[in-house]
C-alpha cells in the first residue's frame, strides 16, 4: 500500500481505507513511519521534499499528514502553511 513520489512505485493504494503522506528526507524515519501505518490500514505516499509533497497533496489529497521540519530546500513549515491556504479555499 505504499506510492513513493520521488521513484513512482506505487502498489495496493486502491484497498487502503485512508491515506497518509510522509514527507521526510531520513529513510529511516520514512521506513519506520510507513510500517507504523501500514500496519493500522493507511495507504502511504512518501516524498523526501516539499516541492513533491506539495504537488501529490493537491492532486490526491491525504487524510494525514507527517511532515518533517527540516527538509532540504524548503521547510515542512512552508509546506503546513501553503496546504492550509490551498485546503481552506477548497
Known sequence: ???VV???TCSGM???THLALI?????????ILT????SN???????DSCTRAELQAKSRPPDIMIIGLGL???????????????????
Open 35 to 38: 510500517i507504523l501505518l501500514e
Open 72 to 90: 532540504p530546500g524548503r521547510d515542512g513549515i512552508y509546506l503546513v502553511k501553503a496546504v492550509r491556504t490551498w485546503s481552506l479555499a477548497r
Open 1 to 3: 500500500m505504499r506510492c
Open 6 to 8: 520521488n521513484s513512482s
Open 14 to 16: 486502491a484497498s487502503a
Open 41 to 47: 490500514g493507511f495507504g502511504v505516499v512518501v516524498s
Open 23 to 31: 514527507v521526510e528526507d531520513d529513510k529511516a524515519i520514512q521506513e
